[in-house]
């Protein structure tokens, strides 16, 4: 090694030291910066880590390559081959040991000088040590050494002596114990771990030989350039990784004709490459004057069954020490994946190769990563915050399972389905209820077909209808003081307040019923407010002091009340100018927007309309009932544009199921993935038109596969079933049915179809009677079906029983239209061999192969899916 690059040495028993080796031997411990192990004058391999120089060795000349002795006993022993053959022992000052200091300085001398390219310590016979040669066309180039075996004067000329300058010392051996490779090269070599003390493996000249140990007059061995480098993976000992300029071969001992595979091939020629000890499949590469150290994961390749097959390698790079040259690299033995690399100016570097994170996110949200050998697991926690701190994929199965959007009689049911605690929810249901409620008192007074109805386009459309508008101005309740307010009534308007649910229908406007289902769910202020915005100001007064009597009232409430009545018209009072200014200091919005509202210029409730903290039903009423032609469609397009915008459910009472109601799920869907929600709400009521917009359709696809992969079966086909009964253009055609095997020809269909001409059906193999009919035969070629392979009786099929013409729709029984399921077809796709399905379902109870005679087939084991159950059965 002397005069080339330095190579890098991990200790095989201490994982703190390591030994560079060029010209000499340095010996290091590695230790995190601040320790005792980091000594002052300790040199920096990372931000963490440290090293310590502990010994030097400069015994050893002309080295060529470098071993550890894979003990733990004698510590420290290193066998050292030179530029003329010779093998040396050495040690990095542990010669306190006495086995140690009986083999240091020990030779093992070749017949014929020249260079030691390798050398590979067996792992269970310790004694044993093998040195690859250079060619000689008189002696062998693999040389296996006992580091035991004694001197012999006898046997040792005296000019050898005289090179080794050790003829005092008694301490060179010439004879081996085996000797390989006769007039050849070794250029690599390595123990095989199937049978360690047997098997050698050596890249020899032009070709890779294993060599038998217990026979070495034979060998095995196949011709290739790939001999450097020879390294068997510790996790699969019958892969072996070799290398030959810029191109690494891969092989497999059991077929060893040909390489499994080869890595790309590199511009430069290879320096070294390793398997990494503490990852399984992942192997190292380093060409010459680069910083790059390449990666190749074979941990998924899969083992080679036939000459097509080719594995799957990812490959990566990685950059230890920025823009610096990487003379050579180690591996820790135990710590994964961190390695050692030495630059040739021998400044080093402590690096952790972070593998690449694999996520896998289950239906139930539960999140898996793995990282090397660890796998993680995050759940999400269901604490006592409620469903607002749950995901919404959470939320959305947990309302599946409450059978939520199914309550097709009572709609607003539905928010108390997913849990009742959403104000959002509320108000959608409440809104669609509204509108059904609407459309089907609508439908008695339109006529049957026109099933276009304004009160689906939302009041947004209802107001740019309005005509007809009359403006009156009213005394207050109670009171024959006359205001200065305006109020405006038309249809279309008190059309409008019906959907806010304000007041119900007929052609007074009267708010006392809403009040009391305000006072019932103890709404106190919101109450409160909608009889001051119909003018009974002593009404609002009344349930202020109700509401601060009631259980659980707001005693605060009295003094709201006290100032309320305090009211005057006049523009300069002092109670208009208290009322303007300390308004904005109460924290209930609809106490605010009562004072709003009085102390307010007529026409002009800015304050009122835009407070968001106020029900957006409430705001628009409101509107309705004071804004005039001109600023009323002004406002709700504004609002429409606000809610769309947000994503506000309470806006769909102003779009309607629309294009425009549409456009505000989307915006809803995209911030809280809500598809659920979405997909009840468009089937709810709208027209086919907007059924079938490709938003809509996504959204319904993404929970039909949602329901699919929480194996929620049963609940998905009751949404198939809600969805067809909504939408009728959705309802899929059959897409499996039984054919003959000889004409093709659909068994059911062509038994539907076939009319009954007064002939018996024993003629089409049909026995008992036509309720429970059986076919036994195909009624397009008259050719018999397919026989059991248990009972050998004729398959069927259930078929319709009707009587008659086959145009005739006569409503029969569930048990009268379909045959029972055991007399279903059932069959294998792998043998195509079944039977009934009641027979099949009982012979796999108490077995998994074929009931055929002769036919092995584990059928019910290739059904994957058979096995499982949906999470929703019961």
Known sequence: MSGSKPDILWSPHHADRYVICDSELSLYRIGAVGTSEAKAGALPLSQETAATLLAINSDTPYMKCVAWYPKHEPECLLAVGQANGRVVLTSLGQSHNSKCKELVGKEFVPKHARQCNTLAWNPVDSNWLAAGLDKHRADFSVLIWDISSKYSPEAVPAEKLRLSGDADSGMVVTKPLYELGQNDACLSLCWLPRDHQKLLLAGMHRNLAIFDLRNTSQKTFV????IQGVTVDPYFPDRVASFFEGQVAIWDLRRFEKPVFTLTEQPKPLTKVAWCPTRMGLLATLTRDSNVIRLYDMQHAPTPIGDETEPTIIERGVQPCSESVISSFAWHPSTQNRMVVVSPNRAMCDFTVFERISLAWSSTTSLMW??????????????????AEKDIATKMRERAQSRYGHDTVQLWRNHLLAGGNDPHLRSLWYTLESLMQQYTEDLEQRQQG????????????????????????????????PTDVAQYHSEERSLALQLCGWISRGPEIDVEPFLRSLEQEGEWERAASVALFNLDIRRAIQILNKGASAEKGDLNLNVVAMALSGYTDEKSSLWREMCSSLRLQLKKPYLCVMFAFLTSEPGSYDAVLYESRVAVRDRVAFACMFLNDNQLPRYIDKLTNDMKEAGNLEGVLLTGL??????????????TGDVQTASFCMLRGSTAEVVKDPRVQCWIENYRNLLDAWRFWHKRAEFDIHRSKLDPSS??????????????KSISFSCSAMPHQGRGFSQYGVSGSPTKSKVTSCPGCRKPLPRCALCLMNMGTPVSSCPGKSDEKVDLPRDKKLAQFNNWFTWCHNCRHGGHAGHMLSWFRDHSECPVSACTCKCMQLDTTGKLQPSDYV
């Not at 011709?223 to 790939?226: I, V």
């Not at 109805?453 to 109670?478: D, H």
């Open 223 to 226: 011709n290739t350039k790939a």
């Open 731 to 744: 309802k899929p055609l059959a897409q499996v049915f039984v054919s003959c095997n000889f004409c093709g």
């Open 450 to 481: 026109n099933k276009q109805s304004l009160i689906y386009a939302g009041i947004k459309n209802i107001v740019k209808s309005s005509s007809g508008t009359t403006e009156t101005r009213r005394c207050w309740k109670g009171s024959d003081r």
């Open 658 to 671: 629309t294009k425009d109601g549409v456009d505000l799920m989307e915006s809803y869907v995209d911030r």
């Open 370 to 387: 793995a990282c090397g050998r660890h796998l993680y697991e995050c759940t999400e926690e269901s604490g006592e915050g409620g469903a």
